[in-house]
């Protein structure tokens, strides 16, 4: 895929670990288009160059793209670098893609964001108030303090807030906010792991069907309990691979120097989707339904083994 060089027109404080970043093109040059809950990715450079992708806040019509970076106490390395650019430098950038769209002609939208998973929720929300479509906005988070958008989202009239201080009681009210499964309403959920299997695992139960249900999983915001390495064996190659800490099968398979499908490296979009055969699975995507998990489908790029080795049909 073309990268642009987009140069970064401003950088605002929002939190203490968030920053927005609000990037645009060179004169008489113009920024592709996109359409609400698209991402692009930034190039980080270093002895191994790696892509992370960033949700769009801004507005389509906007002639600017406007993102926000959290600092990642796991950093891998791409957000603390996103935290020392400055105002004026170029960065290399992937045109937008969407793996999360809005899907068209709903009756109305049920938007749920926790955390940094607010970025995609809030363009979403600026893009249907803006062409006054219905929609509810509903935002948690432990502490004000650490919310991006608090106040914007705050005096937005169709959302509220959930602040909980750590008290389980101030959480969200996932019973009460779902219990309205009505034909024609497309719920998106956008945060921690926690957050959307709670929410799609309420969702269902409450009666909602799958294609009512939208997720996108805040990659930053994936456990790290489990993060010790494991064997993959690829059965049909015939290959043998050790996945070490912080690694993902994907970043195993291309080091060894293979082509493997993949597109969004986020778990969104089901590209690299592989079937296990042996072992057991530690499921981090956000695209597979409970029951394609149980028939073994599972996300090179995000998710792991629970097992100390992993047979998959590759």
């Avoid at 935290?83 to 430098?89: L, T």
């Avoid at 960065?91 to 964001?113: E, Q």
């Avoid at 050790?242 to 590209?271: H, W």
């Amino acid at each position: 895929m073309p990268s642009l060089s987009l140069r970064i027109e401003r950088i605002d404080p929002l939190t203490p670990q968030i920053r927005r970043l609000i990037l645009v093109a060179d004169a008489g040059h113009t920024l592709p288009g996109f359409t609400p809950g698209a991402h692009i990715e930034v190039l980080i450079p270093g002895s191994k160059p790696m892509w992370r992708a960033y949700s769009l806040v801004s507005l389509p019509e906007h002639p600017h793209y406007e993102i926000a970076v959290q600092l990642e106490d796991q950093s891998s390395g791409g957000s603390r670098w996103m935290h020392e650019v400055q105002v004026g430098q170029q960065l290399r950038v992937r045109a937008p893609n969407n793996h999360f769209p809005l899907v068209a002609n709903a009756s109305d939208y049920l938007l749920i964001a926790g955390g940094i998973g607010i970025t995609p929720m809030l363009g979403m929300a600026r893009s249907l108030a803006a062409s006054q479509q219905p929609f509810t906005l509903h935002y948690a988070g432990r502490n004000p303090d650490r919310m991006a958008y608090l106040e914007e989202v705050q005096a937005l009239g169709t959302a509220r807030c959930w602040i909980s201080g750590g008290d389980p009681a101030r959480r969200l009210p996932l019973d009460s906010l779902l219990d309205s499964p009505v034909s024609g309403r497309q719920l998106y959920v956008c945060g921690p792991k926690s957050l959307i299997s709670n929410v799609l695992q309420t969702a269902r139960a409450l009666g909602w069907d799958d294609s009512q249900l939208h997720s996108e999983l805040f990659i930053g915001s994936l456990g790290t309990e489990t993060e010790g390495g494991f064997e993959v064996e690829l059965r049909s190659s015939g290959i043998t691979l050790q996945v070490t800490a912080g690694k993902s099968v994907l970043d195993a398979m291309i080091e060894a120097d293979l082509d493997p499908m993949f597109d969004c490296r986020r778990g969104d979009c089901g590209v690299c989707v592989a079937q296990v055969l042996e072992g057991a699975a530690d499921h981090r995507d956000s695209c597979l339904s409970e029951r394609e998990r149980a028939d073994g489908s599972f996300c090179t790029c995000v998710s792991r083994a629970s097992s100390a080795r992993l047979v998959l049909d590759l």
